[in-house]
């Protein structure tokens, strides 16, 4: 059986029988403040915790693209755990200004098609993307991190580099993680999912963001996700604070008009989802 959970921002967490596999964990949640107007840096005190929570350190790490939100917390996960960590160069860089030497199997936006095992039956393909218009109609802080940078470095010093949609198969489920919200159809020709894990935040910026993508993926389960407002803490028994101005009823409308039939999920974050899910 696998347990699966929304971690908050992108996040997701998948625990096996064996093994533990983390896609974007950021744990952190620093404030606005913070984040608009400081240099940042990981909460360590709240990654410890987190990861001692778990019940073996993780097997794999898949990051999508090294936004902050993405990818702050990753050097410090990594510094504690030896696991493979898939992502892009930019990915490659911000580890090595944190001294960690070939810690990355570097995917580029013309080799991603290969599946890269994680583990006994665990795999994950790397699908090249594109970042979705998030701020005024633009696409925030493109580029590839320079590794000149000094740390700790601002959030616009984490560019998003190399943007990835990962394909994660774990014995004979596929999820695939779309952690901003736009995409690349000829990239995804052939590319089908059970169940599909999509990025809310800026839904209507790309005309047929679900209707076009569904009728590529065929997933048979839909989890909405990345609509937490990752400013703000999550209490032990909270819930989850969500971004104002998502129209997230709207965004359901649009997938059941489009696909009456296919299940929708709107995750409070930190749940299991496994039964839900199979
Ligand atoms: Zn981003």
């Known amino acids: 059986m696998i347990k699966v959970r929304w971690t908050g921002a992108a996040g997701l967490e998948f625990i096996t029988d ?15 403040f913070q984040m608009f107007f400081q240099r940042v840096s990981a909460n360590t005190d709240v990654i410890e915790e987190y990861l001692e929570n778990l019940p073996s350190k993780p097997s794999g790490i ?8 993405h990818a702050l917390d990753i050097p410090f996960i990594a510094q504690n755990s030896k696991c493979q960590i898939v992502g892009s160069k930019s990915l490659d860089s911000l580890l090595k200004m944190h001294g960690l030497l070939n810690r990355v199997i570097v ?72 952690g901003s919200a736009d ?24 005309s047929g963001y679900t209707s076009r993508l569904i009728d590529i993926v065929q997933p048979e389960v839909i989890v909405l996700f990345h609509f937490d407002d990752f400013s703000r803490v999550i209490s032990k028994t909270g819930r989850t604070p969500i971004l104002p101005f998502q129209d997230i009823s709207g965004f359901i409308g649009e997938i059941k008009k489009h696909t009456p039939k296919v299940k929708i999920i709107l995750p409070e974050i930190n749940t299991d989802l496994g039964n839900e899910l199979f």
């Open 18 to 32: 064996q093994d533990v596999f983390l896609i974007d964990p950021y744990l952190s949640r620093l404030g606005k």
């Open 62 to 69: 898949v990051i999508s693209h090294t936004h902050a939100d």
């Open 107 to 178: 995917c580029e936006s013309d080799n991603g098609h290969e599946p890269i095992e994680l583990g006994d039956n665990v795999s994950v393909v790397m699908i090249p993307s594109v970042h979705g218009k998030a701020i005024f109609g633009r696409v925030p802080f493109p580029g590839e991190i320079d590794p000149n940078e000094t740390l700790p470095m601002k959030a616009s010093g984490y560019r998003h580099g190399a943007v990835f949609i990962s394909k994660i198969k774990i014995d004979d489920i596929t999820f695939m993680h779309l």
């Open 183 to 206: 995409y690349i159809e000829s990239q995804l020709d052939g590319h089908t999912c059970d169940v599909l894990f999509i990025c809310v935040p800026d839904w209507k910026k790309k």
